[in-house]
């Protein structure tokens, strides 16, 4: 019988230099769990699960945060793409990409960001960012290993998104 998912419990733990994972079958059960959607497994530290807090705790998105792990594919300033998980685009973005489009892309990390992207619907049904993705990277100063976290709005006639590098 396979194993279903952890449950992890924040409020026990004690030190700054202990992790707290989470992921697709690492589930946690504090206020800001069922605001996010962790794409990969991330291990978070104390100043990770700071930021992370603090955001949610300001903001409570309609559609909840994707977080993740950043990797090598993420960052290739030449052909870098974000791609997100197949349940995070069915469960939350399927509706916005029944054609690509591009959409707005903020961030205010270190230096502000603002570009378009073009986000759509592959089909191995993962929404990917592709255009100007790399531009992002850049600005953000996103690196490989670093944790972002997304923030997905309906603006006013668009899907949009602000990332956010959660502190190191």
Excluded at 3 to 29: C, F, H, Q, V
Excluded at 115 to 128: F, P
């Amino acid at each position: 019988m396979a194993a279903g998912p952890s449950y992890i419990n924040l409020s026990d733990s004690k030190s700054d230099e202990e992790t707290w994972l989470r992921g697709p079958t690492i589930y946690g059960m504090e206020f800001f769990d069922k605001h996010c959607h962790f794409g990969n497994e991330v291990e978070l530290t104390k100043a990770n699960l700071d930021h992370l807090k603090s955001q949610v705790n300001d903001y409570k998105p309609q559609i909840p945060y994707y977080v993740c792990k950043m990797g090598k594919t993420t960052n290739n300033l030449t052909r870098g793409k974000m791609t997100f998980n197949k349940e995070y685009t069915e469960e939350h973005l399927k509706n916005y990409l029944t054609v690509p489009t591009t959409i707005p892309i903020t961030s205010n990390t270190n230096a502000w960001v603002g570009t378009r992207v073009r986000i759509n619907k592959v089909a191995t049904r993962h929404a990917v960012i592709t255009t100007n993705w790399p531009d992002v990277v850049m600005g953000a100063e996103i690196k490989d290993g670093d944790i972002c976290m997304f923030c997905f709005y309906d603006g006013t006639r668009e899907l949009g998104c602000f990332v956010t590098r959660l502190s190191n």
